[in-house]
T-cell receptor
Framework: GNSVTQMEGPVTLSEEAFLTINCTYT??????LFWYVQYPGEGLQLLLK?????DKGSNKGFEATYRKETTSFHLEKGSVQVSDSAVYFC???????????FGAGTQVVVTP | DTAVSQTPKYLVTQMGNDKSIKCEQN?????MYWYKQDSKKFLKIMFS???????INETVPNRFSPKSPDKAHLNLHINSLELGDSAVYFC?????????????FGAGSRLTVL
C-alpha cells in the first residue's frame, strides 16, 4: 500500500540555520503531496502542497519540490526562526476523498 | 470565528465509560474527517463523511461510532473506553473532489482514559 517515510526527529537547530526534512513516499500512480505543520497545542495546518511531478510548493519561506524520479518531497527553509519550532508532517493523498496518508512527523526545535 | 471547532478540548474519564466528542465546521465544506494522533504524534484516519454519507471507514473497533446529523457536524461516540483509546482526536473538513486536497483541522480533543 501507499506510505510516507520522514526523517526522525527531533531536529534541533540554531536560529538562521538551514533546515531540511527528508520525505519519501511509496504510491501507485501520481499522488498529491503535502506538508502540514502542527504548532504546540494546535491542530495541523497546511504549509504547502504539490499536485504533479516537478511542481514546487512554497509558503512562509519553506519550499518542497515533487520529485517523481526519486519519489521524494523534501522540505527546506533557508533561515529558520524560533517561531518555526513545530512538528512537520509529510503526507500524500491517494484517492479522491481526501484520505491523507501521513508520515510519522518530524519535530523541529529552533533555539535562539 | 473558528473554522473547525471541537468540544471538549480535554476529556479525562475512567475505563468502561462512554463519551462523545463533537465537531462543527462553518466553512461550507462537504466532507469531514476524524483522525487519531497517538502519543508518538502518529496520525491515522478513522472515518470520513461526505454530505452525511460515510465514505471512509478504516479498521477501527466498532466501539467507535461516528454520526453526522448534517454536513456541518461530525460527532464521534466511543463506547466502553479502554486505556489504548487515550490520544488526541482531530476533526477536519474539506471540499469534495479535487478540493479535498486541502484539509482544515480543528485544534484537537485530548482524551485520557484512566
Amino acid at each position: 500500500g501507499n506510505s510516507v517515510t520522514q526523517m526522525e526527529g527531533p531536529v534541533t537547530l540554531s536560529e538562521e540555520a538551514f533546515l531540511t526534512i527528508n520525505c519519501t513516499y511509496t504510491a501507485t500512480g501520481y499522488p498529491s503531496l503535502f506538508w502540514y505543520v502542527q504548532y504546540p497545542g494546535e491542530g495541523l495546518q497546511l504549509l504547502l502542497k504539490a499536485t504533479k511531478a516537478d511542481d514546487k510548493g512554497s509558503n512562509k519561506g519553506f519550499e518542497a519540490t515533487y520529485r517523481k524520479e526519486t519519489t521524494s518531497f523534501h522540505l527546506e527553509k533557508g533561515s529558520v526562526q524560533v517561531s518555526d519550532s513545530a512538528v512537520y508532517f509529510c503526507a500524500l493523498r491517494d484517492d479522491s476523498w481526501g484520505k491523507l496518508q501521513f508520515g510519522a512527523g518530524t519535530q523541529v526545535v529552533v533555539t535562539p | 470565528d473558528t473554522a473547525v471547532s471541537q468540544t471538549p478540548k480535554y476529556l479525562v474519564t475512567q475505563m468502561g465509560n462512554d463519551k462523545s466528542i463533537k465537531c462543527e465546521q462553518n466553512l461550507g465544506h462537504d466532507t469531514m474527517y476524524w483522525y487519531k494522533q497517538d502519543s508518538k504524534k502518529f496520525l491515522k484516519i478513522m472515518f470520513s463523511y461526505n454530505n452525511k454519507e460515510l465514505i471512509i471507514n478504516e479498521t477501527v473497533p466498532n466501539r467507535f461510532s461516528p454520526k453526522s446529523p448534517d454536513k456541518a457536524h461530525l460527532n464521534l461516540h466511543i463506547n466502553s473506553l479502554e486505556l489504548g483509546d487515550s490520544a488526541v482526536y482531530f476533526c477536519a473538513s474539506s471540499r469534495a473532489g479535487s478540493g479535498a486536497n486541502v484539509l482544515t483541522f480543528g485544534a484537537g480533543s485530548r482524551l485520557t482514559v484512566l
